[in-house]
Structure formats: C-alpha cells, structure tokens
C-alpha cells in the first residue's frame, strides 16, 4: 500500500504558503497538511524564550496527531530561534528556512543587498553568520517589518496591499545608506514572497527578490527520493491552532493551494 503519511508545514500564519507551493510542484502526489499558530500569530514580535517554548511543544503535538513522514518549519523567525530545539525533540525529519543571503551573494551586481525579513529574524546571529559566510565582500543592509506580515495576510484574506504602505515598508532598506545601491533583496520571513510582485512595483528601482521557496522544495524532494505516494493527485488541509474570522476568510485563498479542508488543532 501507498504510504499515506503527510509533509507536514508549519508557519505562525500563511506565509509559508510560499514554501508550499514550490514543493506542491515537484511532489504533486504528497499528502500535504499546511498549520498555521495562529493562537501565537505574530512571531516576529515575541521573544526569543517565548518561541524556543513554543514552537518544539506545538510541534511535538503535530507530530502525534499527524505523523507527518517530514516537517517542514516554514518560517525564518521560528527556524533561526527554535530549529535546533526542535529536531532534539522529534524523531522526525526536520527542515528550516533560512535567509537566501548565498544566493543573494552570488546574483549581486553592485555588492550591496537587503534582508527584509521580521525584527526577530534580521537581528539573530545566525544571519550575522550566514552574511560572513556567503556575503563577505557585500554591504548587508537590514530591516525588520511587522507591518508587512500583517499586510500579506490581509492580502490572502482578500484585501489588495496599499501601495504607500508598501512603499514607506522598503524604505527601511532603500533610505539606509548606499539603499541607492541596492540590487538584491532576501525575503527573509515567507510571508513577503506573497508580496513581491506588489513590492517590486513601489521599490524606487529595479531590484530582484529571492527567497528560500524553491530551495527548501528540491531539500525536501531529496530527503523524500525513493518514497512511495497515494496514486490519486494529492489534495491537503490547512489546521489553525485558533480559529477565527480572519482564518475563516483565508479559505478561498487556501483552497488556491490545494487545501481544500480547513481544521482547528
């Protein structure tokens, strides 16, 4: 018999849509189930010691109640604070998301690049390591954004970004000293890809976005090479921690995504 068992996505809301649409490509057969926490929804403004907690309990509570074959954290706060914690916890194959700074890096013309990503992700180490490692001859600006978190959910939820909010959001990179430069920007949470056409329309002028997406789909691919699947095309399941008016509204928008069944944990 096919092996039924998920990859499972976990996100604080429905930014790491962008993480499963990629892997949705290359495995369209995966059982997919897509959990949002949206009881802890924003993580970029909590603390570190509040989602270190969190986020291995929460999943150790997935992983039961699931038994996905993989986890997939899509979400850079979460990955660079609890990554670690969690694959200690769990006998399960883990996969974080990390900021794209490499090939950010490697695309660079002008040697100058932007992590737009939330305040909790751009001031971990880990990025500090990941810009020595891979960007050590670039300028690395850095900006964290609640706003547009909340804008990109909003979006999914049906309502169109506001241009000048968008604007006055990449401005925190772009008014940064040699911001002129910039040629390269690392969505650095997976809720900004869901804003990048919107973005790339207000940015005073013509840069790339990159982001972990694509990536984190051909790992999984790897790590799942030689599985077997259910035959029929796969169709997923999205699975709030809290349900509530504005987890009901993203239906359609999940729907889009292949889950076409929405839950409460």
């Known amino acids: 018999m096919a092996d039924s068992r998920p990859i499972l996505f976990f996100d604080s809301g429905v930014g790491g849509l962008s993480v499963l649409a990629p892997t949705a490509k290359l495995l369209p057969h995966a059982p997919l189930v897509y959990v949002a926490d949206s009881a802890g929804f924003p993580y970029g403004t909590r603390s570190e010691a509040e989602i270190a907690a969190r986020v291995p309990a929460l999943l150790g509570r997935l992983a039961e109640r699931y038994d996905p074959r993989l986890i997939v954290i899509a979400c850079n706060t979460a990955s660079t604070i609890a990554l670690q914690h969690v694959r200690a916890a769990l006998d399960v194959p883990i996969v974080g998301t990390v900021p794209a700074i490499k090939p950010a890096a490697e695309q660079s013309r002008t040697r100058v690049i932007g992590v737009l990503g939330t305040k909790a992700t751009v001031r971990q ?81 013509r840069v790339t976005f990159v982001d972990g997406g694509p990536g984190i789909a051909r790992r999984v691919q790897h790590l799942l090479e030689g599985q077997t699947w259910p035959d029929e095309h796969a169709s997923g399941r999205a699975v709030f921690t809290k349900r509530t008016a504005h987890t009901d509204a993203l239906a359609p928008a999940l729907a889009r995504f292949g889950l076409s069944a929405t839950e409460s944990l």
């Open 125 to 205: 180490p880990y990025v500090d390591d990941l810009a020595r490692r891979f960007g050590d001859d670039c300028t690395v600006l850095r900006y964290g954004s609640a706003a547009l978190v909340e804008i990109a959910e909003a979006k999914l939820g049906g309502h169109n970004p506001d241009p000048e909010r968008l604007r006055a959001e990449l401005d925190g990179l772009f008014m940064q000293a040699q911001g002129d430069r910039l040629d390269m920007i690392v969505n650095a949470c997976t809720h900004f890809p869901l804003l990048e056409d919107e973005m790339a329309a207000v940015a005073p002028h």
